[in-house]
């Protein structure tokens, strides 16, 4: 099978569908030697890292499919209540929603980790329920852009990336397979979906952006295209088109490696917002087509 992992513009997936959530499962699958992503739906990613000394999770996906994380962690021999970080991406409730019952699940051990940026839009949204309701849950720990999230063999450098929220959060890290001594970079941005980004939208006036978030958005984009990733752990299967690219053999994480597909997932989502603002970026040529 020829694969390729390209932005692709969202299908029916399970977060417009949760009340048949049951016709929207995926598999765990492996995408680095330590990392595997156990959202259990086709939606919005939950990857685990096994540091070696406990289990780091970035992002919960919903409350309604969280039964489906933890049976993804089971499946792979993994405990929940061994998760001793949850990092989100973002505060939308696609991403969050689950962190509450996973902090319980852990005695209230696990530290809950997210920019300063997105806590207080979480302190500014926490009793709507649009677009969707969060159970409460409290934040520990915030980012430092200059000090690494350590556990075991990861250290997670963070970037705060915003547009698709002030405090939407970008993180990169190595991985190594003992089994090669090779390592790979990995990398998972924080929030791709540029809606929020267009003129006169709802939701760009519900994340309290102006066009400035927007032009910062593109800069970081075609800044970051130019970083080496070899694996691109998207936050949403649509971002890579996981999809029509799932391997037959979901523990071979080498699939996954794609020098291309960071890049090009980036720079595709920044053409589509510098195609919401003419004025500014007169000379657009898109590069990379949406599939
Ligand atoms: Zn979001």
């Not at 409460?136 to 705060?160: A, M, Q």
Request: charge should be negative; glycine fraction near 8%.
């Amino acid at each position: 099978m020829e694969k390729r992992f390209q932005y692709k513009t969202p299908k029916p997936r399970c977060g417009g569908n949760l009340a048949t959530r049951w016709n929207y499962t995926e598999p765990a699958y492996r995408v680095a030697p330590h990392v595997w992503n156990v959202g259990g739906q086709d939606d919005v990613a939950a990857y685990l890292l096994d540091t070696g000394d406990g289990l780091i999770l970035i992002d919960t996906g919903y409350e309604a499919t969280l039964y489906l994380l933890i049976d993804r962690m089971w499946s792979l021999g993994y405990n929940p209540r061994d998760i001793k970080k949850i990092l989100l991406s973002h505060y939308h409730g696609d991403h969050s929603q689950g962190v509450r019952l996973l902090y319980e699940l852990t005695g209230g051990k696990a530290e809950v980790w997210i920019s300063k940026e997105d806590e207080a839009n979480h302190q500014r949204t926490k009793d709507d329920d649009f677009p969707m309701p969060v159970l409460p849950y409290e934040v520990t720990n915030f980012y430092d852009d200059d000090t690494p999230v350590t556990l075991g063999r990861f250290s997670i450098r963070t970037k705060l990336t915003p547009g698709h929220t002030k405090g939407a959060t970008s993180f990169f890290f190595d991985d190594t397979d003992e089994a090669t001594g090779k390592t790979w970079r990995c990398a998972m941005h924080g929030g791709m979906g540029v809606g929020m980004m267009r003129p006169g939208s709802k939701t760009m006036a519900n994340e309290l952006n102006t066009p400035d978030d927007a032009f910062r958005f593109v800069a970081d984009c075609l800044e970051m295209a130019q970083w080496p990733v070899d694996i691109n752990m998207s936050s949403h299967l649509n971002q890579t088109n996981v999809d029509e690219n799932m391997p037959e053999d979901t523990n071979d994480y080498t699939w996954f490696i794609a020098d291309y597909s960071w890049h090009d997932m980036l720079v595709n989502r920044a053409e589509e917002v510098m195609s919401y603002y003419p004025e500014k970026y007169p000379d657009l040529v898109r590069t990379i087509p949406t599939l």
